[in-house]
């Protein structure tokens, strides 16, 4: 089932959002054609300073079921004309969970962050998995109820890669962000456009709109 929603006029954009990327990624097919063979570079940063990390594997399992090529890049370790090179190749990007704040501080540090937006807004094709999503919105203070800004003292402000103009709140009801995701919604809900998916819907964002995949 899919439910029409609207999004400001940026006709090439290109995305699907989603909390557990392995557990929607048979959306995908449903969103885009010849999926077999297309190269994607897979940015695993947000789970670096996480414990709990097995979305990354499964999410890296999901793509290649899909018959997709991946090029793993760690933003930390490659020189920046690298990165630049590994993501104008690729026919897509994606970024996995793990702490948002953590990633949005790297993807700034290396500049990666106006590269990614870039290829986003000329319409290559980008997936984002829990922190991956919620960092194409505005702005990510409202994600402080499901990670701790705190620990990343090189972010002076949550200015994030403003691709959309809604904020995605991944994992609804979801174990263990039930509480979290509850009071994101109970603090925010009046001042953000918030967009709420569980682990089994996807966000499909293009030109003719925004859809939930379920």
Same mark, same amino acid.
């Given at each position: 089932?899919?439910?029409?929603?609207?999004?400001?006029?940026?006709?090439?954009?290109? &995305?699907?959002?989603?909390?557990?990327?392995?557990?929607?990624?048979?959306?995908?097919?449903?969103?885009?054609?010849? &999926?077999?063979?297309? %190269?994607?570079?897979?940015?695993?940063? !947000?789970?670096?300073?996480?414990?709990?990390?097995?979305?990354?594997?499964?999410?890296?399992? !999901?793509?290649?079921?899909?018959?997709?090529?991946?090029?793993?890049?760690?933003?930390?370790?490659?020189?920046?004309?690298?990165?630049?090179?590994?993501?104008?190749?690729?026919?897509?990007?994606?970024?996995?969970?793990?702490?948002?704040?953590? &990633?949005?501080? %790297?993807l700034r540090?290396?500049?990666?962050?106006?590269?990614?937006?870039?290829?986003?807004?000329?319409?290559?094709?980008?997936?984002?998995?829990? !922190?991956?999503?919620?960092?194409?919105?505005?702005?990510?203070?409202?994600?402080?109820?499901?990670?701790?800004?705190?620990?990343?003292?090189e972010l002076?402000?949550? %200015? !994030? &890669?403003?691709?959309?103009?809604?904020?995605?709140?991944?994992?609804?009801?979801?174990?263990?962000?039930?509480?979290?995701?509850?009071?994101?919604?109970?603090?925010?809900? %009046?001042?953000?456009?918030?967009?709420?998916?569980?682990?089994?819907?996807?966000?499909?964002?293009?030109g003719e709109?925004?859809?939930?995949?379920?």
């Amino acid at each position: 089932r899919q439910r029409q929603m609207c999004i400001r006029d940026r006709d090439m954009i290109q &995305l699907f959002l989603c909390s557990s990327f392995a557990d929607v990624a048979k959306f995908l097919q449903d969103c885009v054609k010849n &999926l077999q063979g297309m %190269e994607v570079v897979f940015i695993p940063t !947000a789970a670096e300073v996480e414990k709990v990390k097995f979305y990354v594997k499964k999410g890296w399992k !999901a793509l290649e079921d899909l018959g997709m090529q991946i090029t793993e890049l760690n933003i930390n370790t490659t020189e920046a004309p690298k990165i630049k090179e590994t993501i104008k190749n690729a026919d897509c990007i994606y970024i996995s969970g793990g702490n948002t704040f953590y &990633l949005l501080q %790297e993807l700034r540090k290396t500049g990666i962050d106006k590269l990614i937006k870039q290829h986003i807004l000329t319409g290559k094709l980008y997936i984002g998995e829990s !922190a991956g999503a919620m960092i194409t919105a505005p702005n990510i203070e409202y994600v402080c109820m499901m990670d701790d800004p705190n620990e990343w003292k090189e972010l002076t402000d949550f %200015e !994030a &890669l403003n691709v959309v103009n809604f904020s995605t709140v991944p994992h609804l009801w979801c174990f263990p962000f039930a509480k979290a995701t509850k009071e994101i919604i109970s603090r925010y809900e %009046e001042y953000l456009t918030l967009k709420t998916i569980s682990n089994t819907q996807a966000l499909r964002v293009d030109g003719e709109g925004i859809k939930i995949l379920e």
